[in-house]
């Protein structure tokens, strides 16, 4: 996954590509630190998805552009709008089978 840090690269990003992972992480959080490196781990078996963390206070725009107020947080983002976002207790099952499904809507 990639680490991206500007609200500018981010929303580019989310622009040029068709179907997108957004993970955002809290600093000093024990869970999200572990919960992206299981998304990342989750990821790698979707190769032709785009797929790019932060961390919230990098970036203090990200908190009121998406509405994110607490980590982790995930969002698939599809044509630059988002379709799913699982906050706190991130079902790894549950994301898994929403991006099977998205992909195979996409054609990817």
Do not use: W
């Not at 998406?66 to 207790?89: A, M, N, Q």
């Not at 929403?98 to 996409?106: A, T, V």
């Amino acid at each position: 996954m990639n680490h991206l840090t500007n609200i500018t690269d981010i929303e580019e990003v989310i622009s040029k590509n068709r179907l997108c992972l957004f993970y955002i992480k809290a600093p000093d959080c024990g869970v999200c630190n572990v919960m992206l490196s299981k998304v990342e781990r989750l990821v790698e078996n979707y190769p032709r998805l785009l797929s790019f963390y932060t961390d919230i206070t990098e970036e203090p725009l990200i908190a009121s552009r998406f509405l994110v107020y607490s980590g982790p947080t995930v969002l698939l983002i599809l044509e630059g709008k988002e379709v799913y976002r699982s906050s706190r207790f991130i079902n790894l099952d549950e994301l898994d089978r929403k991006i099977d499904q998205l992909i195979e809507f996409c054609d990817l």
